[in-house]
């Protein structure tokens, strides 16, 4: 079994004080996986995001990071080893250029200058930043500041890796980049979550998946188990990803065995029907 990575236990969290956004949030993280994280806008996908990564302090409950209980004094714990690339990238980007902003998040961890100088490049590489490197970043095109906001927290080389919504403003061709850019941080051993509207890209991407419904987590399973609970499906307004669905319909038909796995692309679904 893979080792706890992040606790977090009966943790409630409001910014008002009768307006509670999180509501008894239980759940564990474990080294490695690969989580999608779904519910409509306001279901606090985003805060959940934000009490992991020690930006926001609970109103209650508990958050262990390695077995480490987190507090005020050693918040700082989230901060170096949970890096979250944020919704709008306005809100995370401050430099003056790609490199100065890449390059941020690991002189400020205080890193040797060489490693900041190598994983820098390294991350600017990977999302094919190279023809913006002195470019100030706030004048970039939407899917491009997404793209040094990606870098950003590939610099730092943390062990868990938050992307909220990490496909808007992406184009098809970006969105390509970034799932190749996915699969090399799973390879290298990381901790992914992410919060999408993209029912199939979680579908055929996590191995996991947490639903959040006003406030609460309702869900907690495998994407198989998730999307064939139709009372979850219609209570967190999520609709199934469209290779269950033919899935469901050629095995209704008959065409294939129901001891199949399910497909999650098209080359999986080609293999069944050959």
Do not use: W
């Not at 990977?126 to 913006?132: A, F, T």
């Not at 029912?199 to 419904?213: G, S, T």
């Amino acid at each position: 079994m893979k080792d706890k990575i992040v606790e977090v236990r009966n943790l409630f969290y409001s910014y008002e004080e009768d307006n509670k956004v999180l509501k008894d949030i239980t759940v564990t993280i474990y080294c490695q996986e690969k989580i999608a994280v779904l519910g409509g806008n306001g279901a606090g996908k985003s805060t959940f995001f934000l009490n992991m990564n020690g930006v926001r302090e609970p109103l209650s409950g508990e958050i262990r990071y390695r077995d480490e209980i987190i507090h005020k004094q050693n918040r700082n714990q989230l901060r170096k080893n949970i890096g979250i690339v944020f919704q709008e990238a306005d809100n995370q980007i401050i430099a003056s250029s790609v490199k100065a902003e890449v390059a941020f998040g690991p002189m400020n961890m205080k890193r040797p200058r060489e490693e900041v100088e190598r994983k820098t490049m390294g991350a600017i590489r990977e999302m094919n930043l190279e023809p913006l490197i002195m470019r100030p970043p706030h004048y970039l095109s939407g899917g491009e500041k997404k793209r040094v906001t990606i870098a950003d927290i590939l610099a730092m080389d943390t062990d868990v890796v938050i992307f909220d919504e990490p496909t808007s403003s992406l184009d098809p061709v970006n969105v390509q980049m970034l799932e190749q850019t996915l699969d090399k941080i799973e390879k290298a051993g990381k901790t992914i979550l992410i919060s999408t509207h993209d029912v199939d890209f979680a579908y055929r991407f996590a191995e996991r998946i947490l639903v959040f419904c006003e406030g609460q987590l309702i869900g907690d399973d495998t994407p198989e188990n998730i999307f064939q609970d139709e009372e979850l499906l219609k209570k967190a307004n999520l609709k199934k990803p469209v290779y269950l669905e033919v899935y469901e319909l050629l095995k209704k038909k008959g065409v294939i065995e129901k001891t199949q796995e399910y497909p999650k692309n098209l080359k999986e679904l080609a293999a069944l029907l050959s």
